[in-house]
Structures are given as structure tokens and as C-alpha cells.
T-cell receptor, first 114, second 114 residues
Framework: QKEVEQNSGPLSVPEGAIASLNCTYS??????FFWYRQYSGKSPELIMF????GDKEDGRFTAQLNKASQYVSLLIRDSQPSDSATYLC??????????????FGTGTQLKVEL | DARVTQTPRHKVTEMGQEVTMRCQPI?????VFWYRQTMMQGLELLAY????????DSGMPKDRFSAEMPDATLATLKIQPSEPRDSAVYFC????????????FGPGTRLLVL
């Protein structure tokens, strides 16, 4: 079992719809979770992080965490063609500091169609 | 605008040659990570440093790869001798000290070993 698992996709959604990206992790001790977006040929860029169970909203993005189920998701509302990218889920076993290493999933490719 | 910088951005070399990649972390960040990304394996952590000291290089082939941080503003990753299977994009990322810190990625070095 991989430490961080994501469906590789591609996930296709129409413009304006809600895109739902999912991630499961195996280390029950993991405490912080990150979503990165990576455009083709570019480096990963941070979208959101979440530490506590529940939802965290930032603009059109909502991260959801359920530690009991070892599940984290990213919702993108009003999807735009510019959201088309690969979304990487990353897990950090400790709650403080970027100084701890992240384990990345292989990413889900999202395509937002006109 | 604080950014991680990497040089070179692109490198084409022949098998057996030495390759040196350089990274300048964001000023004030105390942790530096080296990743390798391929289509097949995704994003893999090779090594990371905190306060210039190596913390974990278990992801790195020791016989040909070496990573150093000669000062706080420079991290290097060397491959000697290079092999075609080393062809990948190599990312450097840096992280800070704060509670909500995460990792910020450089633009990457795209390496092709012929």
C-alpha cells in the first residue's frame, strides 16, 4: 500500500462545476496535509494546507479532512479552464514546521472543459 | 519576491559525465529538500537538510549521488557518473521555521542523460 494514494485521473469536469479531488494516507499519525497544484512543465505550488478535522475554505477551494477515515479532499467550486492541472496531495507526519519531510501522492490530473 | 532559484534550468549530458545542480533557498529558510520527478515514479524525496546538516538521504542512490549544503544560501546535488535512468526533473524546495510553514519549490532542473 502506498503511503499517499490518489486517483491519477484524468478527472474531467465542465466549466463552472465542482471538482472533487480525493486522497487517502496510510500513516494514522499524520497531522498536517497539503494540496499542491502543478501545471505541465512547472513546479508544484501550494494551494492549501489543513491540520484539523473538518473543512477549510479559501476562495473557490475547500479542503476537507477526516482523520478517522484517513482521508483528505480538495473541492474546487466554479471550476475554470485555468484550474486544469495536476493536483498533488502531500502528508506531513508532524504538525509544526516545513522542516519535516512531506510524502507526496502521484497526483490527480484535472481537466476543466469548456 | 522571495523564491527558490535553481540552476541550470535544463541540462543535456552524456552518460558517464558529472552533473551538478544548484539551489538557492529562500532567505531565512532553514530546511532544504531535493526531489526527483518522473512520469513513472512521481515526486520522490532524495535528501533534505536542516540548518545545513543532512537529515535524511535515504532516497538517494549513494553510489552516484551526493548532496551538500556548503553554506546557508547554496545547496548542491551531484550525480557522478550520470546514467540515462537519471533523466528526470530535479526540484529543490525550502521550508521555514513557523508553525504553518510548508515547502516552496524552485523551478526545477530538467536533466536528460543520453
Amino acid at each position: 500500500q502506498k503511503e499517499v494514494e490518489q486517483n491519477s485521473g484524468p478527472l474531467s469536469v465542465p466549466e463552472g462545476a465542482i471538482a472533487s479531488l480525493n486522497c487517502t494516507y496510510s500513516d494514522r499519525g499524520s497531522q498536517s496535509f497539503f494540496w499542491y497544484r502543478q501545471y505541465s512543465g512547472k513546479s508544484p505550488e501550494l494551494i492549501m494546507f489543513i491540520y484539523s478535522n473538518g473543512d477549510k475554505e479559501d476562495g473557490r477551494f475547500t479542503a476537507q479532512l477526516n482523520k478517522a477515515s484517513q482521508y483528505v479532499s480538495l473541492l474546487i467550486r466554479d471550476s475554470q479552464p485555468s484550474d486544469s492541472a495536476t493536483y498533488l496531495c502531500a502528508v506531513n507526519p508532524r504538525i509544526t514546521g516545513g522542516g519535516n519531510k512531506l510524502t507526496f501522492g502521484t497526483g490527480t490530473q484535472l481537466k476543466v472543459e469548456l | 519576491d522571495a523564491r527558490v532559484t535553481q540552476t541550470p534550468r535544463h541540462k543535456v549530458t552524456e552518460m558517464g559525465q558529472e552533473v551538478t545542480m544548484r539551489c538557492q533557498p529562500i532567505l531565512g529558510h532553514n530546511t532544504v529538500f531535493w526531489y526527483r520527478q518522473t512520469m513513472m515514479q512521481g515526486l520522490e524525496l532524495l535528501a533534505y537538510f536542516r540548518n545545513r546538516a543532512p537529515l535524511d538521504d535515504s532516497g538517494m542512490p549513494k553510489d552516484r549521488f551526493s548532496a551538500e549544503m556548503p553554506d546557508a544560501t547554496l545547496a548542491t546535488l551531484k550525480i557522478q557518473p550520470s546514467e540515462p535512468r537519471d533523466s528526470a526533473v530535479y526540484f529543490c524546495a525550502s521550508g521555514g521555521r513557523g508553525v504553518q510553514e510548508t515547502q516552496y519549490f524552485g523551478p526545477g532542473t530538467r536533466l536528460l542523460v543520453l
